[in-house]
């Protein structure tokens, strides 16, 4: 499957940049909290998906 360039642009067509709503260590910490939930609770999918997150940002101590 391939992704459209015009669905991946670097500016909005609005006349600005991209901004994410949460800075790096804000989104860390939420990820932080949703993986202590998964181990806690015992959620595998969870936790598989907070801990691949977590290597796509290269976090080696999460």
């Excluded at 459209?4 to 939420?30: A, E, H, I, S």
């Amino acid at each position: 499957m391939e992704v459209k360039q015009p669905n991946m642009p670097l500016y909005c067509t609005c006349g600005g940049r991209f901004k994410t709503l949460l800075n790096r260590d804000d989104f860390k910490k939420k990820l932080r909290i949703f993986w202590t939930i998964a181990k806690l609770y015992q959620l595998p999918l969870l936790r598989e998906t907070v801990e691949w997150i977590a290597r796509r940002n290269f976090w080696k101590n999460f």
